[in-house]
């Protein structure tokens, strides 16, 4: 039969074709059981069988060459030895045996014997038959004795087991506790050895963690293995990959190990404040084993509980890096966060918080966020009540020239460069039309005092020591930019104006010394508290606010000539622009139409959630396209150019320019970046609705932030920028543990009031010559204020009303020789100062301890002062043994030695000083709670 194809031909391709099929199915097969993953897991495995092989030896012989390790068992042996030629301890040992075998005979014999009668006393209840009924009380009336008997045969028993077990124990005593010391040397070894062994049997494997609520499945830890080691985990993987780069190992291999490292994790020491890697296991500056995670992160948020996407971000399902990451992953909302913008997530779940340990660019762009006032244009979740940031601008006329405002809307920058104030590139016609318009508004101001002339020189001292600098910077003196940018809230911007130019601003000296006298009686609303001056010294600080002028041959905004500032159009054009620009969004303006106007710019509250195909790249397009590494790397280069330089994109942009630094950029990217619309589960979300504390917290640190209390005081780590401007010692507290230090209604008299109706500087420390303002809160915001600090202290926000504690005249008696011999009074005074005594060494005084000071705080402060004041030069009387981990006395021959007693002693006298004579305590009195 003829065909029509050529049968050896079709044979070779068969024959190809076949052998095509055969090299795909192996090339899948191998894909299959050799994923992306598995390089990651074996390479984990051999380096972990590796590492705990290392340890286990290190362990061993360090262990092995431990002379005091070697002394122990020495002891041991020696007292075990003795012990057994003891016939006291032989006969206990069979005696305690014995006892416990017939404890157990008679225990089991008594329930039985209950058990009866228990379903004898069942029957009796429930029989109908008299017969039965008298049958079944005749059988508990026979039991009732036997189960007598046995209870006190029981109890005779176990009192005689537990005398034998007594005298065992203190026959015992000295070889437990070095079996103790062995032990907790021996534990290491026995931990080494037993992850060595276990290491051997692990095998490669998809790692998963799996949480409903979240919504989060978390195969994260399948390559990056190493999550959750210790530090030397880490020093042995770095050194992996100094090696291979030493090699010139590929990329891939080095990639590998660097996915092995740990998460990154910091603990404190205790003793000595010294922060290292965590797991070391004793501080390597001092030696210490009193270590703790700092800031408590990992041990807050583990990983069997929140995963690596609910903070990284990412495609927690996927098994290949790409898509893990999922920064190029078009539909996918949650890409993994940039290094730089880690901390956004953290916002998610602490969506109203300010101040969040462990995460310092957040903490810092959420607080940026507040004090430049951008809620002032644009509503975000937790800014709806959000005071305005600047100045009333109800009197302005009577405040500045024309001229003055219209250079300073030119080009705030030029007079203040680190003011608040940004820049909005107006025109000359511009600048012209807002004067017009703020001067036509402006309401009249009648000044009830009339300068009297004063002595600049007195006016620079005052400026200089009563408090002023913590919030302005004057030329010469120094101010807030003096202290450590780290530390201050607002970095290197002025809380309230420079006042190195306030002599050519503000040409009144009549509005100047009223101003300084009551500030309110310029505008009720000012954030400027009153500093209780005399009328000599408001007239000595304005003669020298007065010198304070613009250098001569300062190139000025050139001027425009001036129009007619009462002409109607300039007036309306002036409103127009005031509705266009905002400017309503930081000021008061006493016009019933600008009141009206609302916010002009987009609500930020689901910022995280934009996706980037919404966003508007205007003229940088191609730029940002180009230079964006990934897909979602173009909404973050986006939002960091927009704030950078707000009006780039295409004409028409309203946003001012803030000149913010490279680091503000990113820490405020990194607030927008929290701010998201996703429901959080119940359980991970920080309600303020829910949690008093936390709300507590979040409306009382908007005031301390909005008072600037931080420019005196340091407050949660941050402010005290008035404090290098000061003599060591001179300087306002720390108000760490404020919520727990003091009286809740001390407190509230003492922020109304801060001279508790003495009219003068309190007698806390009376020879300070920072004073503490007069801010004329009201009761509700002193109330909000007081409730913040209880909540920093985890401490009631609100303490009932209780009995005045009363001290213990006894212990009064005992703790003044331990007051007396601790020399308290070389810095704690109780009485007037003596003339010409260093006021900067000494402390607050002692005798309000008594209303002021809770007897709880006292105690605990005295074991251990740096926890509550890190760095305060109050010396720690009762140190900690390292070795016991009890506190140890400098006086073991008061009180018989016993720290408590002492401090509770020193305490009661304490308390005794300035506290006011009342009867002594009754024998059936209720003495008060000890901590």
């Not at 026995?190 to 494997?205: G, H, K, N, W, Y």
């Not at 309600?687 to 709300?695: F, P, S, T, V, Y």
């Amino acid at each position: 039969m003829d065909l029509f194809y050529n049968t050896r031909r079709l044979n070779q391709i068969f024959l190809i074709l076949n052998a095509v099929a055969i090299v795909l199915i192996g090339i899948v097969l191998y894909k299959e059981h050799r994923p992306e993953w598995y390089p990651y897991q074996a390479t984990y495995i051999q380096l972990l069988q590796e590492f705990t092989e290392k340890e286990y030896k290190r362990i061993k012989e360090e262990v092995g060459k431990d002379e005091e390790f070697k002394s122990l068992q020495g002891q041991l042996t020696e007292v075990s030895n003795q012990l057994g030629r003891n016939p006291r301890y032989s006969e206990l040992s069979r005696q305690i045996s014995q006892l416990r075998q017939e404890v157990s005979a008679v225990q089991t014999k008594l329930a039985e014997v209950r058990l009866d009668y228990l379903h004898y006393e069942d029957q009796f209840f429930w029989a109908r038959n008299p017969t039965k009924k008298e049958r079944y009380r005749q059988q508990l009336v026979s039991l009732k004795p036997e189960i007598e008997k046995l209870t006190k045969e029981l109890e005779e028993r176990e009192r005689r087991l537990a005398e034998a077990e007594k005298a065992f124990t203190e026959l015992d005593k000295e070889r437990q506790e070095l079996l103790k010391k062995i032990g907790d040397k021996q534990f290491q070894l026995t931990v080494a050895e037993t992850a060595f062994r276990a290491s051997f049997r692990e095998e490669p494997s998809i790692r998963q963690i799996h949480k409903p609520e979240l919504n989060l499945v978390d195969r994260c830890t399948t390559c990056h293995a190493g999550y959750d080691k210790s530090a030397r985990w880490k020093e042995f993987i770095e050194g992996k990959i100094r090696q291979a780069r030493r090699r010139n190992a590929s990329p891939k291999e080095i990639q590998i190990l660097q996915a092995l490292l740990p998460h990154p994790r910091t603990e404190k020491c205790a003793q000595c404040g010294h922060v290292q890697d965590y797991g070391v296991g004793q501080c390597r500056q001092c030696g210490s084993r009193r270590l703790a995670e700092d800031p408590p992160i990992l041990s807050k948020h583990p990983f069997d509980q929140f995963g690596c996407t609910s903070c990284h971000g990412g495609q927690g399902v996927a098994l290949k890096k790409e898509q893990a990451h999922a920064r190029d992953e078009r539909h996918w909302l949650r890409p993994m966060l940039p290094k730089d913008y880690t901390e956004a997530a953290c916002g998610h779940c602490h969506r109203y918080e300010m101040v969040i340990p462990g995460a310092p660019r957040l903490t810092k762009g959420r607080q940026l966020f507040a004090l430049l006032g951008c809620f002032g244009c644009h509503d975000a979740k937790g800014y709806e009540k959000a005071v305005k940031i600047g100045p009333s601008l109800t009197h302005i006329a009577a405040k500045v020239s024309d001229e003055w405002l219209f250079q300073w809307l030119k080009n705030p920058d030029q007079w203040a460069p680190h003011s608040r104030m940004p820049m909005f590139f107006l025109s000359d016609d511009e600048a012209w039309a807002l004067v017009a318009y703020l001067k036509s508004v402006s309401k009249p101001l009648t000044l009830p005092y009339r300068y009297p002339g004063g002595n600049p020189q007195k006016g620079r001292q005052l400026v200089r020591d009563i408090g002023c600098l913590g919030c302005h910077n004057v030329p010469g003196l120094g101010g807030p930019k003096s202290r450590d940018k780290g530390s201050r809230l607002l970095g290197n911007y002025d809380f309230g104006p420079d006042l190195g130019k306030f002599g050519s601003k503000v040409s009144d000296p009549d509005w100047i010394y009223n101003w300084l006298l009551d500030p309110k009686l310029i505008d009720e609303m000012a954030r400027m508290p009153k500093m209780r001056l005399t009328q000599q010294e408001a007239a000595d600080i304005t003669a020298f606010l007065l010198t304070l002028k613009e250098p001569p041959g300062v190139q000025k905004v050139a001027f425009s000539p001036r129009p007619n500032l009462s002409h109607p159009e300039l007036i309306n054009r002036g409103f127009r622009l005031v509705a266009n620009y905002g400017c309503h969004g930081c000021h008061n303006i006493p016009d019933p139409e600008a009141q009206k106007l609302t916010k002009i710019g987009k609500d930020l509250s689901t910022q995280a959630d934009l996706d980037v195909h919404l966003i508007d790249f205007g003229g940088l397009v191609l730029e940002i396209f180009d230079t964006a590494p990934t897909y979602w790397d173009r909404a973050y280069r986006w939002l960091e150019r927009k704030l950078k330089e707000p009006r780039i994109f295409r004409e028409g942009l309203r946003m001012p320019q803030y000149g913010l630094t490279d680091e503000e950029v990113k820490a405020l990217v990194t607030a927008l970046l929290s701010f998201t619309g996703r429901d959080i589960h119940k359980d991970y979300f920080r309600d303020i609705e829910r949690d008093a504390h936390l709300a507590a917290a979040v409306i009382g640190r908007e005031l301390v932030m909005g008072y600037n209390c931080m420019g005196c005081h340091v407050i949660e780590g941050f402010g005290g920028d008035i404090w290098p401007l000061l003599k060591d010692g001179m300087q306002p507290p720390d108000l760490k543990s404020q919520g727990f230090r003091t009286h809740h209604d001390w407190l509230f008299r003492f922020l109304k009031d801060p001279t508790l109706g003495t009219g003068r500087q309190h007698s806390i420390r009376p020879w300070l010559q920072v004073r503490m303002p007069t801010f004329g809160f009201d009761d509700e915001t002193v109330n909000s204020i007081i409730r913040y600090f209880a909540a920093l202290d985890n401490q009631s926000v609100f303490k009932g009303f209780r009995t005045p504690y009363r001290v213990d005249p006894h212990l009064v008696q005992k703790g003044k020789p331990l007051f007396d011999q601790l020399q308290c009074l070389a810095c704690h005074p109780t009485g007037p100062v003596q003339p010409g005594a260093d006021v900067a060494q000494l402390a607050p005084s002692l005798n309000l301890a008594w209303s002021r000071l809770q007897p709880e705080w006292i105690f605990q402060f005295l074991l251990n002062p740096n926890a509550f004041q890190p760095g305060t030069r109050m010396p720690t009387f009762f140190p900690i043994d390292e070795q016991t981990g009890k506190h140890q006395t400098p006086l073991p021959e008061i009180m018989g030695g016993d720290v408590e007693q002492q401090v509770r002693a020193l305490r009661e006298y304490v308390l005794s000083l300035g506290a006011p004579k009342t009867p002594p305590i009754s024998n059936g009195a209720r003495q008060a709670k000890k901590p």
